[in-house]
């Protein structure tokens, strides 16, 4: 089955810098999505990536997929506390796009004023 | 209605208890999930029902029982469980088998349960 790696496994940063965080499979990502979790609570949905080199924006965050397909990147422009919380990269295993989505462990991110 | 409602939002239960998670959803999607997470851990793949029939079973432990009655609910029930069954339940649906037509997956916000 595939496994994504998320680095870093954790981040602090201060209010008003800019951070990336990665996602990176052992084999081609058809599917590739971003959610965040606050703590205890569920998934919420920010992105889903498809096509090598694709780049998406929503608000302060853009998600990019490579031309591999192998790895995605997730960065964020002048954090704010809002931004804080565990972010997980899913990938679903299939061409098809007919399994359902597997997670990487996740990143928990900190923004501290 | 975008959202995937889950009840209870907290739940305790004795090992010798039988409860059961309740979800709903009104967005026509035709798969729903369920996932378990454990503290600091990824959600982890229970069961998946795709036009309202078991598609996968995760070799979850008999003392869950998912049950779909309809295309909008979906139910786990929960019998003789062990403290370490302890964790959050995560319900999911999506348009398709997996997010990938119609923008992924929605998450409920998910029953915290505890088991003593």
């Known amino acids: 089955s595939q496994e994504l790696e998320q680095s870093p496994q954790s981040l602090i940063v201060q209010e008003g810098k800019n951070l990336t965080i990665n996602c990176t499979s052992s084999?081609?990502?058809?599917?590739l999505y971003w959610y965040k979790q606050k703590y205890g609570e569920g998934l919420i949905f920010l992105m889903m990536l498809q096509k090598g080199g694709e780049e998406k924006s929503h608000e302060k965050i853009t998600a990019k997929l490579d031309e591999k397909k192998q790895q995605s990147s997730l960065h964020i422009t002048a954090s704010q506390p809002s931004h804080a919380g565990t972010y997980l990269c899913?990938?679903?295993?299939?061409?098809?796009?007919?399994?359902?989505?597997?997670f990487g462990k996740g990143t928990r991110l900190s923004v501290i004023a | 209605d975008t959202e995937v409602t889950q009840t209870p939002k907290h739940l305790v239960m004795g090992m010798t208890n039988k409860k059961s998670l309740k979800c709903e959803q009104h967005?026509?999607?035709?798969?729903m999930y369920w996932y378990k997470q454990k503290a600091k851990k990824p959600p982890e793949l229970m069961f998946v029902?795709?036009?309202?029939?078991?598609?996968i079973n995760e070799s979850v432990p008999s003392r869950f029982s998912p049950e779909c009655p309809n295309s909008s609910l979906l139910n786990l029930h929960l019998h003789a469980l062990q403290p370490e069954d302890s964790a959050l339940y995560l319900c999911a649906s999506s348009q398709g088998p997996s997010g990938r037509y119609g923008g992924g997956y929605t998450f409920g916000s998910g029953t915290r349960l505890t088991v003593v």
């Open positions: 084999k081609t990502l058809y599917g």
């Open positions: 899913g990938a679903d295993e299939s061409r098809e796009g007919n399994t359902p989505l597997v």
């Open positions: 967005m026509g999607h035709r798969a």
């Open positions: 029902y795709s036009y309202e029939k078991l598609s």
